[in-house]
């Protein structure tokens, strides 16, 4: 059984098209766990440096460091 | 000599109003001057190139600004938003224009050496512009670039000790009125509950895991001067339970014309004497004053703390001294389905340390719309799709009439039968007996 963080890795490296995913997408991957619980795994995953947050300033996504096409442009 | 010509932002500086053009030209010819010797960590002509791409996009209209980013400091999911400019290369000091909000202070209270010290940072190591503040109440620095952020939340933390506000699908920086502080109206301590609820919901402003913004405000008494109950999903509101405390003597005073009514304000024209029953009774929302030449009356049970009596006559009519607030949820601006004002939820409660109660509100609200809210629904929309009657079961707060906002024009009530004194029971065979389908 793959621990919680490898199970939101596996997630976000099996989805192609999209780079960034809503708080309530990544929820879906731990049907039985309550948001707040999700969100300690999360805040861990962007500890570690594995995941990022996207932010239109009005709206956050997390997505997988460096994933996405706006990566370069920020360096 | 300016970088870009701007023709029609000139025309903007034309007004009668002091001009945002206007300032920015001056931070452009500041920073070029640099009076001070900075070594500036962002481009030094980032004010010119503000002014330029805002030019172009008065002209084309349409906005040159690619929208938000990846942009953060290490931990933190909010606090700052990335922009860039669509047209770096004609306007490279703006490529990279990042905002940065700080939290500002409780009912904003600076010092002189505080706000230099902002400065410092900010003319060193971005573009020196600023927005004091934003809607939300917070410090908003306009304009910097990716490898200043740490730099500057280093700074703002260690040397001004000022952390970073919210953004995105967080917590937003809580804001306040200056309350007991200054107003004899207030009647909570709302600085103290601001920074303690700040302090306390910290995972909360800076690790997103809303459905979008969240924003507290409190204002101290129902004048509202941080318009919470239009601006604020969580709105505490001061308020009295006992009644308004009118000092007679006083009234016949302002009558009188020895006290200046509204503490002196509009006194720029003559307006005549003041007459109590035409700018005060007869204003009265509710009808519930009446002055009978000598003595005033208010039928407090008919008072809805509109504030005026009060406003008009502050050394006669004072607030009661049973104070406490209530507290309103799902105000927001016109984004989706129209501008809402709060609606009332808790009609009073007593402020009390360690604020226990308000806290207990707050969480039940919060463990509900992160439940289930929709991307992007701010909790006074799942209030609307869900009904006021789910928000009152999860925050097991008891339906009263104060929650009543107009006579029902809808007959059709259902109860649960666990909302019944003894239950009920139906038969529906035997129902169906009497009524044919």
Redesign the interface.
Same mark, same amino acid.
């Given at each position: 059984m793959p621990s919680e963080k490898e199970q939101v890795l596996e997630f976000l490296t099996g989805k192609t098209g999209k780079s960034k995913f809503? !708080? +309530?997408d990544l929820c879906k991957v731990f049907p039985d766990k /309550?948001?707040?619980e $999700? /969100?300690k795994v999360?805040?861990e995953l $962007?500890?570690e440096g594995k995941l =990022? !947050?996207?932010?239109?300033? +009005?709206?956050?996504m997390y997505?997988l460091t460096g994933a996405?096409k706006? /990566?370069a %442009? %920020? =360096? | 000599m300016a970088k870009h010509q701007t023709p029609l932002l000139d025309q903007l500086e034309t007004g009668p109003w002091p001009s945002f053009v206007s300032d920015i030209k001056q931070e452009a010819a500041h920073r070029a001057a640099n009076p001070d010797g900075l070594d500036y960590q962002t481009p030094v002509d980032c004010p010119d190139d503000l002014l330029g791409v805002l030019e172009l996009s008065f002209k084309d209209k349409e906005t040159h600004w690619k929208?938000? @980013?990846? &942009?953060?400091v290490f931990?933190?999911? #909010?606090g &700052?938003? #990335?922009r860039?400019c669509d047209q770096p290369e004609m306007f490279p000091g703006v490529a990279h224009f990042h905002?940065v909000r700080l939290a500002q202070p409780s009912g904003k209270y600076y010092t002189a050496d505080y706000l230099r010290g902002i400065m410092d940072i900010w003319d060193l190591r971005g573009s020196g512009l600023t927005n004091m503040h934003g809607s939300t109440g917070d410090i908003v620095l306009l304009g910097t670039t990716?490898p200043q952020l740490e730099e500057i939340f280093f700074d703002v933390t260690h040397k001004m000790n000022t952390d970073l506000g919210g953004? @995105? @699908?967080?917590l937003r920086t809580p804001a306040d009125c200056l309350g007991q502080s200054r107003c004899e109206f207030a009647c909570y301590d709302t600085q103290d509950l601001c920074h303690t609820l700040t302090n306390d919901y910290q995972?909360e402003l800076h690790?997103?895991?809303?459905?979008?913004?969240f924003k507290f405000k409190f204002d101290g008494c129902p004048n509202g001067c941080v318009a919470s109950i239009a601006r604020s999903d969580f709105s505490v509101i001061g308020t009295w339970k006992d009644d308004i405390r009118i000092d007679q003597d006083r009234v016949k005073a302002y009558v009188a014309g020895e006290f200046k009514p509204g503490g002196g304000s509009h006194s720029g024209r003559d307006w005549g004497k003041f007459d109590i029953v035409k700018e005060v009774v007869d204003r009265c929302p509710t009808g519930c004053m009446s002055y009978d030449g000598a003595k005033l009356s208010i039928d407090n049970a008919n008072c809805t703390r509109c504030m005026h009596c009060i406003n008009t006559m502050p050394a006669a009519v004072k607030i009661g001294k049973e104070t406490g607030t209530s507290i309103l949820l799902g105000a927001k601006a016109p984004i989706l389905d129209g501008a809402q004002m709060s609606s009332l939820l808790v009609p009073f409660v007593v402020v009390e340390k360690p604020y226990d109660e308000i806290k207990e509100v707050i969480e039940n609200i919060w463990?509900w719309w992160?439940?289930e809210g929709?991307?992007?629904e701010r909790v006074g929309e799942t209030m609307k799709r869900l009904s006021f009657q789910k928000l009152l079961e999860v925050t097991n707060i008891k339906a009263m009439p104060q929650h009543v906002k107009e006579p029902r024009s809808n007959p059709y009530i259902f109860f649960k039968e666990e909302e019944v004194p003894g239950g009920f029971a139906h038969d529906e065979k035997a129902y169906r007996q009497r009524h044919m389908r």
């Open positions: 809503y !708080f +309530s /309550k948001q707040r $999700v /969100k999360l805040t $962007v500890n =990022e !947050f996207w932010s239109s300033g +009005s709206t956050t997505g996405g706006q /990566k %442009e %920020e =360096e | 929208h938000g @980013g990846i &942009v953060g931990g933190y999911g #909010g &700052v938003i #990335g860039y905002t990716t953004s @995105g @699908g967080n995972d690790r997103p895991a809303f459905p979008y913004k463990d992160m439940e929709k991307n992007r």
